[in-house]
């Protein structure tokens, strides 16, 4: 599977922002899927994951009532709703397939085929 992130941006703290990572095959709708994060100089990190269907969803504590994580199936897409940012959520975000572990997981090695990332900046 092939994914393709976008909607990132500048934004001022306390904004919104929505995030898009569209997939390339039907087969998207077999797998959960999840959000990770890079800052600059540090490593990724775990943003937000959902199972195959949406019901089931599983949120890093940074990020928890802030964001949520959401999937159309019928288009191939996820999404990453992000309200109330902060200046600390300026990272580059990917999205992933999980490939093993349990679902939702948040593990990084239990990701793979990487989107390219989309870059988020909040401004204070």
């Known amino acids: 599977v092939q994914l393709v992130e976008s909607g990132g941006g500048l934004v001022q703290a306390g904004g919104s922002l929505r995030l898009s990572c569209a997939a390339s095959e039907r087969t998207f709708s077999s797998y959960a899927m999840g959000w990770f994060r890079q800052a600059p100089g540090k490593e990724r990190e775990f943003v937000a994951a959902i199972n195959w269907s949406g019901r089931s969803t599983y949120y890093a504590n940074s990020v928890k009532g802030r964001f949520t994580i959401s999937r159309d199936n019928a288009k191939t897409t996820m999404y990453l709703q992000m309200n109330s940012l902060k200046p600390e959520d300026t990272a580059v975000y990917y999205c992933?397939?999980?490939?093993?572990?349990?679902?939702?997981?948040?593990?990084?090695?239990?990701?793979?085929?990487w989107g390219q990332g989309t870059e988020l900046t909040v401004s204070s």
């Open positions: 992933a397939v999980q490939i093993s572990g349990s679902v939702p997981g948040y593990r990084l090695s239990d990701f793979g085929s």
